[in-house]
């Protein structure tokens, strides 16, 4: 039973770029939540998908879009990227909202 | 906006010794976990205590939650190298889970 997958590992980007992150959460899972890591901080909620619709969404700007796909699986989008939008983004599903597995994480460096 | 807060910000202790971390939150919640991050990598979860619950153990782990000071505490006992890592509080916040800034707990061996 794979747990939650993320792709790609690692991104380099310049700004003013677009990025596509993809999470395949833990099998079973209907719940995905997106979160940014910068160094040395927590992991900030950036929104969460259940039934291919945003349910709940962070103090995130426009630019941060998401989706879900049928099977459960999303997307993150970042347009016009920043260099302060450099962090680890963490995918993270569960089935009810209590205990969350988190996917490795992309780490996105921005030029 | 980050709910949990952790203290201290960094532990540095010797193997064998017990580490305890504390958490504190703003508004009311349904249940406080803890999280443990090896190099910045995925986070694991570690323990769920619910607001009706005062303590709770796993392992060599043991959790406190006082909601009339909105506080929880992290004990690890009989700490190994192999327990060096980020721990993080975080409390469900509107159907999602908010996360603090994490302590850095490192062991020597």
């Known amino acids: 039973d794979a747990g939650v997958t993320q792709s790609p590992t690692h991104l380099i980007k310049t700004r003013g770029q677009q990025v596509t992150l993809r999470c395949s959460p833990k099998?079973?899972?209907?719940?995905v939540s997106w979160y940014q890591q910068a160094l040395g901080q927590g992991p900030q909620f950036i929104f969460q998908?259940?039934?291919?619709?945003?349910?709940q969404r962070g103090n995130f700007p426009d630019r941060f879009s998401g989706h879900q796909f049928p099977n459960y699986s999303s997307e993150l989008n970042v347009n016009a990227l920043l260099l302060g939008d450099s962090a680890l983004y963490l995918c993270?599903?569960?089935?009810?909202?209590?205990?969350?597995?988190f996917g490795s994480g992309t780490q996105l460096s921005v030029l | 906006s980050q709910q949990g807060e952790e203290d201290p910000q960094a532990l540095s202790i010797q193997e064998g010794e017990n580490a305890t971390m504390n958490c504190s939150y703003k508004?009311?919640?349904?249940?406080l976990q803890w999280y443990r991050q090896n190099s910045g990598r995925g986070l694991v979860h570690l323990i769920l205590i619910r607001s009706n619950e005062r303590e709770k153990h796993s392992g060599r782990l043991r959790v406190t939650l006082d909601t009339s000071k909105k506080s929880s505490s992290l004990l690890i006992t009989a700490s190994r190298a192999a327990d060096t890592a980020s721990y993080f509080c975080a409390t469900d916040e509107d159907n999602d889970m908010r996360f603090g800034a994490g302590t850095r707990l490192t062991v020597k061996p």
């Open positions: 099998s079973g899972h209907d719940t």
């Open positions: 508004t009311s919640i349904n249940n």
């Open positions: 998908y259940y039934e291919e619709e945003e349910r």
């Open positions: 993270a599903s569960s089935l009810t909202d209590e205990k969350l597995f």
